[in-house]
């Protein structure tokens, strides 16, 4: 089944953006609802992973620097739990060094995204890319 099928029948994607950035957090929501998905948001890791155990998303796009809790501290504690580690995590952050991806990677995130050099239209892709993959297997 394709994301374009799911995101066609009744039950839609849902996608939590865990983002400290207002305008960057609006942006990148408006364009998944407007791709046909159900976005619900955090602004911080605590808020996250609270939104991870409750609203059970099919995929999570999260910032590394956010207050209260960061996004490393909130992938490590994804990976811990047996019903969260499901979740495709995709990183979207400034932080850009091979050191920091190397380290998300290895903290179980399926892709990493640098805010400098990323388009919407690109999130959207990335998204149903993982989507259908994580669905396929």
């Given at each position: 089944?394709s994301?374009?099928?799911?995101?066609?029948?009744?039950?839609?994607?849902?996608?939590?953006?865990?983002?400290?950035?207002?305008?960057?957090?609006?942006?990148?929501?408006?364009?998944?609802?407007?791709?046909?998905?159900?976005?619900?948001?955090?602004?911080?890791?605590?808020?996250?992973?609270?939104?991870?155990?409750s609203?059970?998303?099919?995929?999570?796009?999260?910032?590394?620097?956010?207050?209260?809790?960061?996004?490393?501290?909130?992938?490590?504690?994804?990976?811990?739990?047996?019903?969260?580690?499901?979740?495709?995590?995709?990183?979207?952050?400034?932080?850009?060094?091979?050191?920091?991806?190397?380290?998300?990677?290895?903290?179980?995130?399926?892709?990493?995204?640098?805010?400098?050099?990323?388009?919407?239209?690109?999130?959207?892709?990335?998204?149903k890319?993982?989507?259908?993959?994580?669905?396929?297997?």
């Amino acid at each position: 089944m394709s994301t374009e099928d799911i995101i066609q029948s009744n039950t839609k994607p849902k996608i939590l953006i865990a983002e400290d950035d207002n305008f960057l957090l609006l942006a990148v929501k408006d364009k998944l609802g407007r791709a046909g998905f159900d976005v619900i948001t955090a602004v911080n890791g605590i808020e996250a992973l609270e939104k991870m155990r409750s609203s059970k998303p099919d995929l999570v796009l999260l910032d590394l620097v956010m207050p209260q809790k960061g996004g490393f501290e909130t992938l490590e504690e994804a990976q811990i739990d047996k019903t969260l580690k499901k979740i495709p995590i995709i990183i979207l952050s400034n932080l850009g060094h091979e050191s920091d991806i190397k380290k998300a990677e290895e903290l179980g995130a399926v892709d990493y995204i640098v805010k400098a050099n990323f388009s919407l239209k690109k999130v959207v892709e990335k998204v149903k890319f993982y989507l259908a993959k994580s669905l396929n297997s």
